[in-house]
């Protein structure tokens, strides 16, 4: 079955570490996106890319980094520069440009500080 | 600033209720507006509406953009308890400070008691 795989479902992280979350797609779409949802908000986002070895900040990118070394795989560090991490951790993608195609998304991943 | 609103924030009705929740924006370079559901975990993709005035419906699910008023709507009628969830209006660009990515809003919140 094409999906979005996201791993993993719940993270804790430590004061001062770095985490990395995993998203993988099976669905040859060229465009991935990171986004993040506090509750009783909208989705943020955080960073996207729309094609492999390129990826654009998006509204929230501080104390995050990403990297699309393969064009299946999209993975999110949240770093310990971001002070606030908790929260819940979408991944998504499309076959093009959002907007023009529809973004179908992964499970999520919720991130907790321990 | 572009920003997608929609209302109500939250809203309770029973089984077999018809509900209609919208959506405005002011956004620029508009492309799409899309609708999802979001029950736990990922949103699911609903419709992507391109041109006013045109209907789309799926099951007891319909959805129309009024391009002029810069509006949507979601109306489901002969409501469930398995419709209860966020569901999230999201509005596509062509260009501009997200380079084409969607623009959520907060979502309304639905609850069908039975």
């Known amino acids: 079955d094409g999906g979005i795989t996201q791993s993993p479902k719940y993270l804790f992280r430590k004061e001062g570490q770095n985490v990395t979350l995993s998203c993988e797609q099976n669905?040859?779409?060229?465009?991935m996106y990171w986004y993040r949802q506090d509750p009783g908000q909208g989705l943020r986002l955080i960073y996207y890319?729309?094609?492999?070895?390129?990826?654009q900040k998006g509204d929230i990118a501080e104390g995050y980094s990403v990297s699309r070394e393969k064009k299946e795989s999209f993975p999110l560090t949240v770093t310990s520069a971001q002070k606030n991490p908790t929260a819940f951790y979408l991944c998504?993608?499309?076959?093009?440009?959002?907007?023009?195609?529809?973004?179908?998304f992964g499970d999520g991943t919720r991130l907790s500080i321990l | 600033e572009d920003k997608v609103v929609q209302s109500p924030l939250s809203l309770v009705v029973h089984e077999g209720d018809t509900v209609t929740l919208n959506c405005s924006y002011e956004?620029?370079?508009?492309?799409?507006l899309l609708w999802y559901k979001q029950e736990k975990k990922a949103p699911t993709f609903l419709f992507m509406l391109?041109?006013?005035?045109i209907e789309k419906k799926s099951g007891r699910l319909s959805s129309i953009l009024d391009k002029k008023e810069l509006f949507s709507i979601l109306n489901i009628t002969a409501t469930q308890t398995g419709d209860s969830a966020v569901y999230l209006c999201?509005?596509?660009?062509?260009?501009?400070?997200?380079?084409?990515?969607?623009?959520f809003g907060k979502g309304t919140k639905l609850s069908v008691k039975p």
């Open positions: 998504a993608s499309s076959a093009e440009g959002a907007g023009r195609q529809p973004q179908h």
């Open positions: 669905l040859n779409h060229d465009a």
């Open positions: 890319s729309q094609i492999v070895n390129d990826f």
């Open positions: 956004v620029t370079n508009f492309r799409s």
């Open positions: 391109t041109s006013s005035g």
């Open positions: 999201a509005v596509g660009q062509y260009y501009g400070g997200s380079q084409g990515n969607l623009i």
